[in-house]
T-cell receptor, first 112, second 113 residues
Framework: KNQVEQSPQSLIILEGKNCTLQCNYTVSPFSNLRWYKQDTGRGPVSLTIMTFSENTKSNGRYTATLDADTKQSSLHITASQLSDSASYICVVRGSNTGKLIFGQGTTLQVKP | SQTIHQWPATLVQPVGSPLSLECTVE??????LYWYRQAAGRGLQLLFYSVGIGQISSEVPQNLSASRPQDRQFILSSKKLLLSDSGFYLC???FGFGDTEAFFGQGTRLTVV
């Protein structure tokens, strides 16, 4: 069964600190992977997309990495801000169905 | 450009009452459509997805049903709501294949009392 697993489930860090969120997937064949940010009570918004040939990509203070061999991706947030408090969701397109498979997300709380 | 509309934003319904949530997409043809539910403090749970008119796949057994009467219209329904149906419901669309980007509606906060 195609799955996307994220860790940790939740995370609390102090403002200004860095953190790394993990995403492991078993979806195959793999096309691409996205990280989303979801603020409370809102729909998720895309942060970055990783394709099969890409190893790392940055979007401001967010840096995503991808290891297609081990089927692992990470999202690194540097110099965290209070506004980074949200759920971060990893999503992979299903093998041949076109269905998007979402991880359960990591809830990040940044404290002052 | 494409837009997605989902309504209502909030809904309070008594147990046993029916439900109908509607989602429409503009600016694209033959999108994949999704209904997700998110319980408080939990991740997104895929309820239904559709790759075309009248084609609905159910991910989990539940008290809900979905229909796609038109290409860009997706409806989530229930004949009799349960307390456990409370949650945050999100409609989303994506292109059929290729990019994994999904575009979400603003969500419906459903409270069953």
């Amino acid at each position: 069964k195609n799955q996307v697993e994220q860790s940790p489930q939740s995370l609390i860090i102090l403002e200004g600190k860095n953190c790394t969120l993990q995403c492991n997937y078993t979806v195959s064949p793999f096309s691409n992977l996205r990280w989303y940010k979801q603020d409370t009570g809102r729909g998720p918004v895309s942060l970055t997309i990783m394709t099969f040939s890409e190893n790392t990509k940055s979007n401001g203070r967010y840096t995503a990495t991808l290891d297609a061999d081990t089927k692992q991706s990470s999202l690194h947030i540097t110099a965290s801000q209070l506004s980074d408090s949200a759920s971060y969701i990893c999503v992979v397109r299903g093998s041949n169905t076109g269905k998007l498979i979402f991880g359960q997300g990591t809830t990040l709380q940044v404290k002052p | 450009s494409q837009t997605i509309h989902q309504w209502p934003a909030t809904l309070v319904q008594p147990v046993g009452s029916p439900l109908s949530l509607e989602c429409t997409v503009e600016g694209t043809s033959n999108p994949n459509l999704y209904w997700y539910r998110q319980a408080a403090g939990r991740g997104l749970q895929l309820l239904f997805y559709s790759v075309g008119i009248g084609q609905i796949s159910s991910e989990v057994p539940q008290n809900l049903s979905a229909s796609r009467p038109q290409d860009r219209q997706f409806i989530l329904s229930s004949k009799k709501l349960l307390l456990s149906d409370s949650g945050f419901y999100l409609c989303a669309w994506s292109f059929g294949f290729g990019d994994t980007e999904a575009f979400f509606g603003q969500g419906t906060r459903l409270t069953v009392v």
